[in-house]
């Protein structure tokens, strides 16, 4: 079935390194996705969201970049931080089932110092 | 400060009753969800409500019902008829954008865990 899924379920980088998270998409119809980050023990927590008539968008340390073309998503985290160490989703925005959120599995994120 | 409050943090149940949990948001927010989580997966949608007195069934509805009495409540009982219920459940409230398809990004709460023996 149709589903937003990662490439890598973990992701180990080094303190200061930038860090690329990947995320597919399989819904054309989807018009906005976003990125969260998951602590231990915690809900998610807004990260960035792009809309889909954008291929980029720029927060603080974070780019988001959006290649429709093969329904691709990623998140890059600058100068990665022990604090980045968290699991991250993404989520897309099915426009056309009234606008339901589909989250993926998620990407563990380990930051070593 | 405004948030999304759930509570209590931790739940534990006996097999057989029915669990009532709380969420409260003070961001005035039309609309609010349940999600569901499980060890090492994606959030999956319960419930969900963009207007008091109405809610409509996401993608694992059956075994929990809910209520949406007024607009910063929306609590989520868990009865003896979902099979599995012991999970990490998350409440999200978020602004009901225009087109309706560009809903705010969804805020979470701190979740409750519920384990059931």
């Known amino acids: 079935g149709e589903s937003v899924g990662l490439h890598l379920p973990t992701l180990s980088v080094q303190e200061g390194d930038n860090s690329i998270i990947n995320c597919a998409y399989s819904n054309s119809a989807s018009d906005y996705f976003i990125w969260y980050k998951q602590e231990s023990g915690k809900g998610p927590q807004f990260i960035i969201d792009i809309r889909s008539n954008m291929d980029k968008r720029q927060g603080q340390r974070v780019t988001v970049l959006l290649n429709k073309t093969v329904k691709h998503l990623s998140l890059q985290i600058a100068a990665t931080q022990p604090g980045d160490s968290a699991v991250y989703f993404c989520a897309e925005n099915r426009g056309n089932q009234g606008g339901k959120l589909i989250f993926g599995q998620g990407t563990e994120l380990s930051v070593k110092p | 400060d405004g948030g999304i409050t759930q509570s209590p943090k931790y739940l534990f149940r006996k097999e057989g009753q029915n669990v009532t949990l709380s969420c409260e948001q003070n961001l005035n927010h039309d609309a609010m969800y349940w999600y569901r989580q499980d060890p090492g997966q994606g959030l999956r949608l319960i419930y969900y409500?963009?207007?008091?007195?109405?809610?409509q069934k996401g993608d694992i509805a059956e075994g929990y019902s809910v209520s949406r009495e007024k607009k910063e409540s929306f609590p989520l009982t868990v009865t003896s008829a979902q099979k599995n219920p012991t999970a990490f459940y998350l409440c999200a409230s978020s602004l009901i954008g225009q087109p309706s398809s560009y809903n705010s990004p969804l805020h979470f709460g701190n979740g409750t865990r519920l384990t059931v023996t």
């Open positions: 409500s963009q207007i008091v007195n109405d809610f």
